[in-house]
């Protein structure tokens, strides 16, 4: 098991002694190590981005403890050395990584996590080599990361990440900000990752389409505690999705349309609009 939440809650605390903000109660969770892609989803405040940084231990529980492989997350862990381990097993792709870029070059932003954890420096910059080449960004690695572009140093960022190749990838809205085609360029590289070495790769996102083309599992949080944990299918094909406070993706609103008002016959195994398309032009099924 890669990671286990085992009755975890999480109180921010408040301005005065006592006063507390409930941020995530009581909450049971399993996530392997490997070839699950979960999409953690809810409406601002359920809780979602509080339960993902309990998961490399940004923030400690309350009460409860947080598994992660053979270690286990107490209240009482803050200067525990063994963090650092955790980290170096998940990584976190933040909300505008791009923020945290800060070296000279481009190179250097890259390898600087590697060193951090202890890797030689020959070995850092080997996995740098490696994972530019990976993203297509060999041609950026002697410029200054400030003079790129947007989607670039996204990318750098992300680069930054995968250079010392954790086990688990936890993505915070990684698509936000990019234009359309970014977006699809930026998950198509994490399904790849996964694709290929089977890490497991969990996604906090507000955009339904985004989840339902890429995860096979979906845990939605409301009101702090997990309303759904199964697969995406079945999420959206009963009510659950309303009483998580979710949307249905577009390609499901198209594909009701097409079945109930034009008599088609298109199942929810449907994910994406381009997936679509090929149905209806290999001939769907149709009364």
């Given at each position: 098991m890669g990671i286990s939440f085992k009755e975890v809650t999480h109180k921010y605390p408040g301005l005065k002694r006592k006063q507390f903000t409930l941020a995530i109660k009581d909450i049971n969770l399993d996530i392997s190590d490997k070839n699950e892609f979960v999409a953690i989803v809810g409406k601002t405040g359920s809780g979602k981005t509080t339960l993902v940084e309990h998961m490399n231990g940004l923030l400690l529980p309350t009460s409860g403890t947080v598994g992660v492989f053979d270690y286990v997350i107490t209240p009482k862990e803050r200067k525990n050395p063994k963090m650092n381990k955790i980290r170096k097993r998940i990584g976190f792709v933040f909300q505008f990584p791009e923020y945290q870029l800060f070296e000279e070059t481009v190179l250097k932003d890259i390898m600087f996590a590697p060193l951090n954890f202890g890797f030689k420096e020959e070995d850092a910059k080997k996995r740098a080599l490696e994972v530019a080449k990976k993203l297509h960004i060999e041609d950026l690695l002697n410029?200054?990361?400030?003079?790129?572009?947007?989607?670039?140093?996204?990318?750098?960022?992300?680069?930054?990440?995968?250079?010392?190749?954790?086990?688990?990838?936890?993505?915070?809205?990684?698509?936000?900000?990019?234009?359309?085609?970014?977006?699809?360029?930026?998950?198509?590289?994490?399904?790849?990752?996964?694709?290929?070495?089977?890490?497991?790769?969990?996604?906090?996102?507000?955009?339904?389409?985004?989840?339902?083309?890429?995860?096979?599992?979906?845990?939605?949080?409301?009101?702090?505690?997990?309303?759904?944990?199964?697969?995406?299918?079945?999420?959206?094909?009963?009510?659950?999705?309303?009483?998580?406070?979710?949307?249905?993706?577009?390609?499901?609103?198209?594909?009701?349309?097409?079945?109930?008002?034009?008599?088609?016959n298109i199942g929810y195994d449907t994910y994406s609009l381009e997936d679509l398309i090929k149905k209806l032009e290999g001939g769907a099924s149709h009364e």
């Open positions: 410029k200054s990361p400030f003079n790129l572009s947007g989607g670039q140093m996204r990318k750098v960022a992300i680069a930054g990440i995968l250079s010392y190749d954790p086990d688990i990838l936890l993505l915070d809205e990684p698509t936000r900000g990019l234009d359309p085609l970014g977006q699809v360029e930026i998950m198509e590289l994490f399904k790849t990752i996964q694709e290929e070495t089977g890490k497991t790769i969990i996604l906090i996102s507000h955009d339904m389409d985004l989840v339902y083309k890429y995860a096979t599992r979906v845990v939605a949080m409301k009101n702090q505690v997990i309303e759904y944990d199964g697969n995406k299918e079945d999420l959206f094909l009963s009510n659950k999705y309303l009483e998580c406070n979710l949307v249905k993706p577009n390609v499901l609103q198209l594909i009701d349309y097409l079945n109930d008002k034009l008599g088609y």
